[in-house]
């Protein structure tokens, strides 16, 4: 069992900047793919931004070039720092942590609220 904690969610103003962070328990954290989801009340839950174990990163359309994943493996941590932040970026903001290729399994984190609004 794989064990998935995010932190540093919070309120910030539109504009301004906020880190989340993923800790994610495990000797093999190197292998795992990590992401980042979120869900805003009423809609469903939406990729924002995945890091493959080689580091490779790929994100949704409306946070690409403003938000920036990245991964520390010997902390076992992966990151998300978001950068000129809009109102429509408030939401939950969950981790996942996807283990194996042929039969990936998937854990999740509680989530961080993330609130934008002056």
């Known amino acids: 069992q794989v064990q998935v904690v995010e932190s540093g969610g919070g309120l910030v103003q539109p504009g301004g900047s906020l880190r989340l962070s993923c800790a994610a328990s495990?000797?093999?954290?190197?292998?795992?793919?990590m992401g980042w989801y979120r869900q805003a009340p009423g809609k469903q839950r939406e990729l924002v931004a995945v890091?493959?174990?080689?580091?490779?990163?790929n994100y949704s359309d409306s946070v690409q070039g403003r938000l920036t994943i990245s991964r520390d493996n010997p902390k076992n941590t992966v990151y998300l720092q978001m950068n000129s932040l809009k109102s429509e970026d408030t939401a939950i903001y969950y981790c996942?942590?996807?283990?194996?290729?042929?039969?990936?399994?998937?854990?999740w984190g509680q989530g961080t609220q993330v609130t934008v609004s002056s």
């Open positions: 890091i493959s174990s080689g580091g490779s990163t």
């Open positions: 495990g000797r093999f954290f190197n292998r795992y793919a």
């Open positions: 996942n942590a996807q283990i194996g290729e042929a039969m990936p399994v998937s854990y």
